[in-house]
């Protein structure tokens, strides 16, 4: 037996004798042969795990089968997660929103802080109006947890419940947790190894919008699970290359990544078939909600955060979207923002689409590198990352208003960037700024926009 032979051998042979155990953090229900259900809070023992995304599993009855990973933790690692009022990393805007649509005095949750290490109980109360309140979760020297240092406990458990019976200097007892329906991840693919859907398995409700591609319709796969329903116009693509390559998009997995479940290629048209987002394309959601939204500067940066999170993702992953823009991100419950139809552009077959003097081509998105060689990169898509975060932060505006193409290309070739958005903090400027410089390699990358995105929100903000 060789080492490596030998080393395998051990290792499995000490995975069974340590006895892996997860639990489920959300219900899951087994549709295709070989999945197993999971019930919310119940444990686990992995069997297999050596897929990423996929993994076999015993429940307590001695049934075996596939699960999806991201909808479980490891018991030893579990710590506030198995508490309904734990919401983990959501942000001070998003919990703010959450807590405001369920409207009950004492209603909570508990999130990670902007701080690392850090929590923050955000807290619903009307009086003396309906507000949300923030407060971090504090320790002393002797480690104990506490809101008000009258009231110290050993344990966040502990604090919440003696929170639960008295206000002790809180706004308001806590009283309830968020009833409505928390997000439950998308999984990558509908089932282990299916990215091929039969589309007699699909219902196709309302028209949700069209574009370049066709139009995509609601649908339900087998009756439960929502999706939405790309139908490829004939023509339009390189469908083999796609097909291909949509094997491994269905691995791609992040929360702030649309996630394609699979393809019905069997027949024409193709059927793209990708997670439903109830409110639709990040560019009408600004539209529609500008009143609101232009005194939210929180709620605009926390939008720029979370597509930010999604490339910074698809970045190390070396995939290169080549349209991004806030018509190609979609809005979710909970105020969730993603970036969708990454990559997509590449097997586009229209020539006004692929070439940068098309009428469909993206100019007002795209870096002096694009228009004049088109040379795509990450660092093209930090270009059109800038031109998204001044659309976040306009409301959805048209870059550039109303100049011509040609004049755009004019202006980006001489170094003419887009003014500041009315009401932008010269900070969040700033960052769109440094997108925009001349030469791809001067540009931040994902993650390092990711990094000051995140202290930017420090700064402007309060916990």
């Not at 394609?260 to 639709?280: A, D, N």
């Not at 709620?299 to 999604?310: A, E, F, I, N, T």
């Amino acid at each position: 037996m060789n080492s490596a032979e030998f080393s395998v051998g051990e290792s499995s042979s000490l995975t069974k004798s340590r006895r892996h155990v997860v639990v489920s953090l959300y219900p899951f229900t087994a549709i295709e042969p070989g999945d197993l259900s999971l019930e919310k809070g119940e444990e686990y023992e992995i069997v297999d795990d050596s897929q990423e995304h996929w993994w076999q599993v015993r429940n307590k009855g001695g049934e075996v089968g596939y699960i999806p990973s991201n909808y479980v933790k490891e018991k030893e690692l579990l710590g506030l997660q198995q508490y309904d009022w734990y919401v983990e990393d959501m942000s001070r805007q998003r919990a703010e929103s959450l807590l405001r649509y369920e409207d009950k005095e004492g209603c909570f949750v508990v999130r990670n802080s902007s701080t690392k290490g850090l929590y923050t109980l955000s807290l619903y109360t009307k009086v003396p109006h309906p507000q949300v309140k923030h407060y971090h979760i504090k320790q002393n020297a002797r480690s104990e947890f506490f809101l008000s240092e009258k009231h110290t406990c050993s344990t966040i458990p502990d604090l919440i419940n003696y929170h639960r019976h008295n206000s002790g200097g809180l706004a308001s007892r806590l009283k309830h947790t968020p009833s409505s329906e928390r997000c439950v991840p998308a999984t990558a693919g509908l089932s282990r190894d299916k990215w091929e859907i039969d589309p007699s398995e699909l219902q196709l409700h309302e028209e949700l919008g069209s574009g370049q591609f066709g139009v995509v319709r609601r649908g339900k796969w087998r009756g439960c699970i929502d999706v939405a329903v790309k139908m490829m116009k004939e023509g339009t693509m390189s469908e083999d290359d796609f097909i291909e390559e949509a094997k491994v998009m269905t691995k791609l997995q992040h929360p702030n990544l649309v996630q394609l479940y699979g393809v019905c290629s069997k027949h024409r048209p193709i059927y793209i078939v990708t997670e439903y987002m109830k409110y639709g394309a990040l560019l009408n959601y600004l539209r529609r909600h500008e009143t609101t939204l232009q005194t939210n500067l929180d709620v605009l940066l926390d939008m720029c955060l979370q597509v930010c999170k999604g490339m910074a993702y698809l970045e190390r992953h070396n995939y290169i979207h080549r349209d991004l823009a806030a018509r190609n991100c979609l809005v979710g419950a909970e105020n969730i923002v993603k970036v969708a139809d990454f990559g997509l552009a590449r097997y586009v077959l229209d020539d006004q689409y692929t070439s940068s003097g098309g009428t469909k081509f993206p100019i007002k998105w795209a870096p002096p590198e694009v228009l004049n060689y088109t040379r795509f990169s990450s660092k093209s898509d930090v270009w059109a990352y800038g031109v998204l975060m001044w659309e976040i932060f306009s409301c959805g505006k048209m870059p550039y208003g109303r100049l011509k193409n040609t004049e755009v290309v004019e202006r980006v070739q001489r170094g003419i960037v887009l003014e500041t958005p009315k009401g932008c903090p010269k900070e969040v400027y700033d960052a769109m700024r440094k997108c925009w410089a001349l030469h791809p390699d001067e540009r931040p990358s994902f993650r390092v926009l990711k990094e000051q995105l995140v202290a930017l929100a420090q700064l402007l903000l309060t916990d």
